[in-house]
């Protein structure tokens, strides 16, 4: 969502860059506008799929930012309830889940720590854990994610992502012989380290939904685009049971609006300059049927 954040500060939380007074100048015009933005880009998914059953979100402040695009945005006509973890972020911005109440029921659901103070790390995002029911009866289990950030690519940096996918590891394993999803922003390449730990283990229960033939790919060969060169930060993890569920590999979804003049990703802000688009991120989109 690219730092999707309402105009009211929220006590405890570094927000105030995105407050009216604040070097962002996030006033109600713009929070709308971006609200809207959003709001056609899933509108726009939905012309190939249908409405998404379920859709994760990285960078969004909380419940207030979701009410709003669920129910007074253009979303409000697809029916979307969400789900948002409420972790130690710095900042306060967290992973959610919205979904659509008469396809998915949720059933259980929780937010799922990474313990980085414990190991003397900034805190981070939460991971979001949820459980539902399909309409079929079908349990599926899903996460949402949005690991430490890359910046300055120092040794601790690294070391923090290793602990948030140890977190995610574990909570794959104890549910590797059920329909298992993991789904966000990994900060990773899927040549990074972390990836062997998620991946690459012969015990891991994950595979990834993410095609790797690129011949395949349609348009740019990733979801992110840091000094010319396109790459996955975000990925789609899935277990067995869910991974005989899908149509085929997860791809980045775009359109031209989407999209600046020389085919990259038309950000809300570029640095400190307002662009008025959508998000720093392609999203991915993965088809997936029921037995």
Same mark, same amino acid.
């Given at each position: 969502?690219?730092?999707?954040?309402?105009? !009211?500060?929220?006590?405890?939380?570094?927000?105030?860059?995105?407050?009216?007074?604040?070097?962002?100048?996030?006033?109600?015009?713009?929070?709308?506008? $971006?609200?809207?933005? @959003?709001? $056609?880009?899933?509108?726009?998914?939905?012309?190939?799929?249908? %409405?998404?059953?379920?859709?994760?979100?990285?960078?969004?402040?909380?419940?207030?930012?979701?009410?709003?695009?669920?129910?007074?945005?253009?979303? +409000?006509?697809?029916?979307?309830?969400?789900?948002?973890?409420?972790? %130690?972020?710095?900042?306060?911005?967290?992973?959610?889940?919205?979904?659509?109440?008469?396809?998915?029921?949720?059933?259980?659901?929780?937010? !799922?720590?990474?313990?980085?103070?414990?190991?003397?790390?900034?805190?981070?995002?939460?991971?979001?854990?949820? /459980?539902?029911?399909?309409?079929?009866?079908?349990?599926?289990?899903?996460? *949402?994610?949005?690991?430490?950030?890359?910046?300055?690519?120092? +040794?601790?940096?690294?070391?923090?992502?290793?602990?948030?996918?140890? *977190?995610?590891?574990?909570?794959?394993? #104890? @549910?590797?012989?059920?329909?298992?999803?993991?789904?966000?922003?990994?900060?990773?390449?899927?040549?990074? %380290? *972390?990836?062997?730990?998620?991946?690459?283990?012969?015990? #891991?229960?994950?595979?990834?939904?993410?095609?790797? /033939? $690129?011949?395949?790919?349609?348009?740019?060969?990733?979801?992110?685009?840091?000094?010319?060169?396109?790459?996955?930060?975000?990925?789609? @993890?899935?277990?067995?049971?869910?991974?005989?569920?899908?149509?085929?590999?997860?791809?980045?979804? /775009?359109?031209?609006?989407?999209?600046?003049?020389?085919?990259?990703?038309?950000?809300?802000?570029?640095?400190? !300059?307002?662009?008025?688009?959508?998000?720093?991120?392609?999203?991915?989109? *993965?088809?997936?049927?029921?037995?």
């Amino acid at each position: 969502m690219e730092n999707l954040f309402d105009t !009211v500060h929220a006590e405890g939380f570094e927000d105030t860059d995105f407050l009216p007074d604040g070097a962002n100048a996030w006033n109600s015009r713009r929070y709308w506008g $971006k609200l809207h933005r @959003l709001s $056609k880009v899933i509108a726009a998914m939905s012309e190939d799929f249908g %409405p998404p059953v379920f859709l994760g979100l990285c960078e969004v402040e909380g419940d207030s930012c979701l009410r709003d695009l669920t129910r007074r945005s253009a979303l +409000r006509h697809l029916g979307y309830d969400y789900v948002v973890a409420h972790g %130690p972020d710095a900042r306060g911005v967290q992973t959610a889940l919205i979904y659509q109440p008469q396809l998915f029921r949720v059933v259980a659901s929780q937010s !799922v720590r990474v313990p980085s103070r414990e190991h003397h790390l900034r805190a981070t995002r939460d991971i979001l854990y949820v /459980k539902g029911v399909l309409f079929s009866g079908d349990t599926l289990h899903l996460a *949402v994610v949005h690991f430490p950030s890359r910046r300055g690519g120092s +040794r601790e940096a690294d070391r923090h992502r290793m602990l948030a996918a140890s *977190v995610l590891r574990h909570l794959a394993d #104890s @549910l590797s012989t059920s329909c298992f999803m993991a789904m966000g922003d990994f900060n990773a390449y899927p040549s990074d %380290p *972390v990836f062997r730990r998620m991946l690459t283990e012969a015990s #891991s229960p994950l595979r990834t939904a993410v095609t790797t /033939k $690129k011949k395949r790919l349609r348009g740019p060969e990733g979801t992110y685009c840091y000094r010319g060169e396109w790459g996955y930060l975000d990925h789609i @993890l899935v277990t067995e049971p869910f991974r005989r569920m899908l149509c085929g590999e997860a791809l980045p979804f /775009k359109r031209e609006f989407m999209l600046t003049p020389e085919g990259l990703p038309l950000r809300s802000f570029q640095g400190p !300059v307002w662009r008025g688009g959508y998000s720093d991120h392609l999203p991915l989109a *993965v088809e997936f049927t029921v037995p």
